[in-house]
Nanobody
Framework: QLQLVESGGGLVQPGGSLRLSCAAS????????IGWFRQAPGKEREGVSSISSDGGRTNYADSVKDRFTISRDNAKRTVYLQMSSLKPEDTAIYYCAAKTPGWTVSLRDEEYDYWGQGTQVTVSS
């Protein structure tokens, strides 16, 4: 079974940057599309970005477009989310998730089968 582990969260000031990583253990990642999701306290989980299995397709939520960049290194079994120009409203627990088929991208969480445990991102001065 695919296991995903997120890392790279932390406390950052507004305007700062963080890079999140989503690493797969034991199984190859290149069959799966990967999505990043986030959930803030008292809010529903929302899709942030996703990337196809070969990295050729990506999509972003409007709220993060032009600030976040998703990428992947299948040889390292890792997907990244580079976050820049962070705002307090980006504060949330960030999760990565995997789905098949791998050639489509989606921000709909119901399409994803495997989830990581999440990493906290706090944007505050």
């Amino acid at each position: 079974q695919l296991q995903l582990v997120e890392s790279g969260g932390g406390l950052v000031q507004p305007g700062g940057s963080l890079r999140l990583s989503c690493a797969a253990s034991r199984l190859r990642l290149d069959y799966y599309a990967i999505g990043w999701f986030r959930q803030a306290p008292g809010k529903e989980r929302e899709g942030v970005s996703s990337i196809s299995s070969d990295g050729g397709r990506t999509n972003y939520a409007d709220s993060v477009k032009d600030r976040f960049t998703i990428s992947r290194d299948n040889a390292k079994r890792t997907v990244y989310l580079q976050m820049s120009s962070l705002k307090p409203e980006d504060t949330a627990i960030y999760y990565c998730a995997a789905k098949t088929p791998g050639w489509t991208v989606s921000l709909r969480d119901e399409e994803y089968d495997y989830w990581g445990q999440g990493t906290q991102v706090t944007v505050s001065s």
